[in-house]
């Protein structure tokens, strides 16, 4: 019995289940490929490579689809290669097939690599969506919790069971409603962030699932540690990572600035403590407070008791500089690598090397914590398959605008000692102005190599 593919405009000899003439046809299944990539790219050199002879990232795209290499081709693409992508890939379907576009780094010779691969990328899995909206509502009772927590200190009602965590528990249960102002503005932020992200993977036809929201009432100060999107598809092109990379921190910084401001606004100037920790300084949090207060705070006296809305929109700005740390999957990973591509692996050590700097000139715990989640998925990158194709003007503009937001919510001590507040307000700015100059000449002379 024979197995016929689909008819298509190269006329490729059907499949067949007899072994000798079914090698005979993949043969010339295969020279139909080169014959196809051959009015695209000027081929240069033509190997068989290996599942293992692909990087980490290439291999799970292909894990997925329980597929295997078949041929790489090296050279370089005679027409704009998102175009040639499109064209190529349609051709591949009806076989089974579809390919993977790499730069030969270094090789400037033969630029570009073309790579075949035997098997479809799956549909995603059917989910459920309960799970996200049970996740949804436990972190709204969460962030409740935490504006209340906030609420029932500033009104002294904990000071009679300040020593008994259960009964500090209960008073802040029985007045949960006070939360609300903390917990409608960082829910509006951490809803800009992931709609951000997950209007731009609609947006350009990606299967995404709902947002996890993450509840983490009393362990964080927070009450959340944000929300995560699973993809359940693969990014075409560097352009396609770029608009998915930048929409969530920008959609957050817009939403988190109005409310910091207006949460100032509002806060009370209070008598400076001598003892406990301070919110911590970015350009961002600085210029919010000028605009608000009309100066800089602390002063040697004088401190601003944050209200619940100034605490959402400071921990909102804390968030997006956090997402957009230049590295793997986080946010600022997905804005590197779309502007360099395989370069952007290069920026690994030089970034990890400037946080281990500012976690021991600081000592804050939340950088060791943060240190160690690099370590993690720092190295590993949202690789599309067509990682050849470059940004045009417009993306690099907002590519630059994300890498601005970052800098402006940088905070080198986001916790600081009251005992050293004084310090950090007098170092803060020498602190981001010296990052400000450093870090992008050195990973622009790293990158640009």
Not at 380 to 393: E, S
């Amino acid at each position: 019995m024979l197995r016929e593919i689909a008819s298509n405009s190269y006329n490729l000899p059907p499949i067949l289940h007899d072994s000798d003439e079914h090698e005979q046809t993949q043969v010339d299944v295969n020279q139909s490929m080169r014959d196809l990539v051959i009015k695209y790219m000027t081929i240069a050199d033509e190997t068989s490579p290996t599942f293992g002879d692909f990087g980490s990232e290439d291999q799970a795209i292909m894990t997925r689809s329980n597929s295997e290499p078949v041929v790489s081709y090296h050279g370089y693409l005679k027409q704009e290669s998102s175009q040639v992508y499109e064209k190529l890939n349609q051709a591949l379907k009806p076989f089974n097939r579809y390919a993977l576009f790499r730069e030969n780094v270094g090789n400037a010779s033969n630029p570009h690599r073309i790579d075949i691969i035997d098997g479809l990328l799956p549909d995603a899995p059917p989910r459920r969506s309960w799970w996200n909206l049970g996740l949804f509502i436990l972190t709204v009772l969460a962030v409740f919790f935490t504006g209340a927590q906030q609420a029932t200190t500033e009104l002294g009602l904990l000071e009679a069971v300040s020593d008994n965590t259960i009964a500090s528990i209960i008073v802040i249960g029985e007045n949960i409603w006070r939360g609300y102002p903390y917990a409608l503005s960082i829910m509006l932020i951490l809803i800009a962030h992931e709609l951000g992200h997950f209007i731009m993977m609609r947006w350009h036809g990606l299967k995404a699932t709902l947002p996890y929201f993450i509840p983490a009432p009393i362990l964080t100060p927070f009450g959340t540690l944000g929300a995560t999107i699973l993809l359940d598809d693969v990014i075409k092109n560097r352009k396609v990572l770029l608009d998915i990379g930048v929409a969530g921190p920008i959609a957050g910084f817009v939403v988190s600035v109005p409310l910091v401001i207006y949460g100032l606004s509002i806060s009370e100037i209070v008598p400076l403590s001598t003892s406990g920790y301070l919110e911590g300084n970015s350009l961002m949090y600085l210029f919010a407070k000028i605009v608000a207060l009309g100066q800089i705070y602390p002063t040697p006296e004088q401190d601003v008791l944050l209200s619940q809305v100034a605490f959402a929109g400071w921990t909102g700005l804390l968030l997006t500089m956090m997402q957009m740390i230049p590295l793997g999957q986080l946010d600022g990973g997905y804005v590197l690598y779309a502007l360099f591509g395989e370069k952007a692996r290069w920026a690994f050590l030089p970034v990890m090397l400037i946080f281990v700097g500012i976690t021991i000139i600081t000592s804050q715990l939340v950088w060791i914590a943060f240190l160690l989640l690099l370590l993690f998925i720092g190295r590993f990158y949202a690789v599309p398959l067509d990682n050849i194709t470059p940004l045009d003007a417009t993306r690099k503009f907002v590519a630059g605008i994300a890498l601005v937001i970052f800098v402006l919510t940088f905070v080198p001590m986001p916790f600081v000692p009251v005992e050293d507040s004084l310090f950090t307000q007098d170092n803060a700015s020498i602190i981001l102005v010296i990052g400000l100059i450093v870090l992008p000449r050195l990973l622009s002379s790293k990158l640009r190599r």
